[in-house]
């Protein structure tokens, strides 16, 4: 396939998933405040700003706004089209790039995307925000997720589809990590927490449903909510679907799906760290993460997905292109060879 | 609903007085009569709808409030009767023919410039005639490979040629997704009245274009060449290219390498013989043409000279393309084939000629200016609807580039009845544009895109300056 189609897809691809996660992201945060009344604008700035620091566009946040107050946040999270990260500019990007690639794509899945941002950009959106924020979440979440289905149900398992789903996973455990990163402040910088009062096992439990994962995790574990099982499970778990590892296992496959080349075996770097870091993740412990401290042991993980990001952009998309300029005297130098 | 339309005096498609319906119309008058206004309104919204879903737009230039737009498409089909058709499809072919034998003469011995029929001056003088392709020769000897020919008929209901377009023509893919929304929205009717398909038209077009592929290619690789994504006709480029099922590629997915050309893909390089361009000459290779493209392949041209690349359209064909050569037409017509001009032009005044510049500076209200290398509705005067310091305007443009610009009588085109607003029906102008591939032999897919000027009165169908669309029906019989 061409390199920049590929490409194009990928995005798609990742920007849709993002969206998702940060409709999940504010949806369990409203829903936290929900059980804590008589929050004072302090409380309150303590709850947010974690958020937009896991985002990572802190200083843009506080260029646009002077305070860390909800209205603020989920205003930034959801509409801003200046935030490359909020709903509606993951959304309208996920769209400009299936707009790149319209030819490639089923048309289910570009009417259901044209649709969801055809939604975002009309007063609908708005109304409903103002009235019901929860039904707004949800329908972002699932618009993404029927995406998911759609894009399984209709795309030919094609290389192109392998760069989806990388680009999917690839977001989703870079999210993950995320969201699993918000209440870090209230754990110690290195070892795990000796005490979980009722409203950290609260937090916690909310950082599970952000990804969907309070049922499982409750089968696995009952009601008992520590810090150090909910990231044992968000990072670790074999067979949740946005546990890190899961995502990295799908990327892993799918990067082993465009090239051919088995498992243990790799043919480019994109390959060489995807398996690497799924090993880490499959013999690791959540010991050694609390050991490492959470914190930073999330920061390094951010950095490794990016990495194979990088190395799959150097693989697939970044084949020697040259500037215009130089491209110019290739042919010249060599049309006076003749 | 259609029981009370009045043409107005318009020559006009559907009915010849109030009340008078042609006989090709009649069928189709009876069963869409049987609809309600209300049954009408809800397969309007339908498709309207379905146009927005599915991303049938098209980019409006210097527009900020967002950039796409549907392309306005009016429910009622424009109907041509079997035997009117074979006479269009007759002038269109011998139209196409003697335009690419002038374009094979012009860049090869110019006979028809030494007989005197065509000046020397006014093809030195075309901003698209290009010299460095003289003696090159082109696959097949083929250089307008797609032809968007402009038809409008006049007040006596006489077909003439407006212009021809025979560059990187578009609208073929709302020929295309019209049919598809009429269909959807009457199903029953098109077997009931007999109407030819146009879904075709994408496998013609790429059997025209492997047939032009480089000598000794057996299983060319074909790709369309487009600006990219914010280019107007962006959503067509991908709908021929997936309908094709062939590549879509930007310059930047090109590369020269030994004179021949490649795309750049996940698993390295690879060969590319045949490129449908929808690029302008001007930007397709920064090392021949304009060294500021950004669109083009470095090297394009240098693997097209060298035979290891075909490009359709030809290039050097946008001089065929100038509006002053468009008066010369019936002129080649008689000159290589000898035969008169069956589909005849428009009377242009050429504006370089004494006595017809001086015809034009003197009754500016009454005629249509153009610019001679201009399209899309663009670098136009509309005489009697324009106001003194247009004219004037136009007057000194004229007078300082004379070899600029042409005039024509302002035609009153055709009507057709449109809808307007609440199940109310009013006549409005309509032109027509059909598709001629021109590979191994003509192919003409039935009928074309009819181009609406939605605002009353309006005589400008051009979809940047408020024209619509409609379906064309080409009948198997005459009624």
Known sequence: MLSRVVNSLYWMSRYIERAENTARIVDTTLQLLLDSRHLDDAQLTAHWMPIIQATGDENLFARLYPKATGHAVTEFLVFHPENPNSIFTSVAQARENARMVRDQITSEIWEELNRLYLFLNSGKARELWDDSPFDFLQQVKASSLQLVGIAYATVIHNEGWHFMQAGKFLERADQTTRILDVRHASLPVKGAPTTVSQTDALEWSAVLRSCSAWDAYKDIHGGDVSPVKVAEFLLLSENFPRSVRFCVEELDHSLRNISGVPARRFSNDAEKLSGRLLAELEFGTVDEVFAHGLHDYLDLLQLKLGNVGAAMFNAYIFQPFVSMEDEILVQQEFQQQQ | ?479
């Open chain 2, 1 to 479: 609903m259609l029981q009370s339309y009045d043409p107005n005096g318009f020559f006009d498609e559907m009915a010849s007085a109030r009340g008078q319906l042609r006989p090709h119309y009649e069928k189709f008058a009876r069963l869409f009569n049987e609809l309600t206004p209300a049954e009408f309104d809800e397969k309007r919204r339908a498709v309207d709808l379905a146009f927005l879903r599915q991303g049938i737009t098209f980019n409006v230039y210097g527009d900020k409030e967002g950039t796409e737009r549907i392309f306005p498409f009016d429910l009622i089909p424009r109907i041509i009767p079997a035997k009117e058709w074979e006479y269009i499809e007759r002038g269109l072919i011998q139209r196409i023919t003697a335009l690419n034998l002038f374009l094979h003469d012009l860049y090869h011995g110019q006979k028809i410039v030494k007989d005197g029929v065509v000046p020397p001056y006014y093809i030195l003088s075309g901003k698209h005639f290009r010299r460095e392709f003289v003696n090159f020769e082109v696959p097949k000897d083929i250089y307008i490979h797609i032809c968007g020919t402009d038809l409008i008929r006049g007040g006596d209901g006489t077909w003439m040629v407006l212009e021809d377009n025979g560059r990187t023509p578009s609208g073929v893919s709302y020929v295309l997704e019209n049919r598809r929304a009429l269909k959807r929205s009457f199903p029953g009717m098109f077997e009931a009245i007999g109407v030819r398909p146009v879904d075709q038209y994408p496998q013609e077009l790429l059997k025209m274009l492997q047939h032009i592929a480089p000598a000794g290619v057996m299983d060319p690789t074909v790709v369309l060449l487009t600006p990219g994504a914010h280019n107007s006709a962006y959503f067509e480029h991908t709908y021929l290219a997936r309908q094709m099922g062939i590549e879509i590629v930007e310059g930047r997915d090109l590369v020269v390498r030994d004179a021949r050309v490649s795309m750049r893909t996940t698993k390295g390089l690879q060969p590319v013989h045949v490129i449908y361009r929808r690029v302008d000459d001007d930007f397709l290779d920064p090392t021949v043409f304009r060294r500021d493209s950004m669109l083009g392949v470095p090297g394009l041209i240098h693997a097209y000279r060298s035979g290891n690349v075909s490009l359709a359209n030809s290039i050097g064909t946008g001089i065929a393309d100038d509006k002053v050569m468009y008066h010369f037409v019936p002129k080649m017509i008689k000159y290589y084939l000898g035969q008169d001009p069956i589909l005849p032009n428009v009377p242009t005044y050429l504006a370089s000629e004494e006595s017809d510049r001086k015809y034009i500076v003197e009754n500016l209200d009454k005629l249509v200016v153009k610019a001679a290398n201009e399209s899309g509705g663009y670098g136009m005067l509309m005489g009697p609807r324009s106001t003194k310091a247009e004219q004037d305007q136009f007057r000194e443009a004229v007078l300082k580039d004379p070899r600029n610009y042409i005039a024509q009588p302002m035609i009153s085109l055709s009507t057709h009845p449109t809808h307007v607003g609440d199940g109310r029906f009013e006549g409005r102008h309509v032109d027509l544009r059909p598709f001629v591939l021109y590979g191994e032999k003509p192919v003409i897919v039935p009928g074309g895109l009819t181009r609406v000027a939605l605002r009353k009165g309006s005589l400008v169908v051009n979809s940047s300056q408020g024209g619509g669309s409609k379906d064309t029906w080409v009948l198997y019989g005459d009624e």
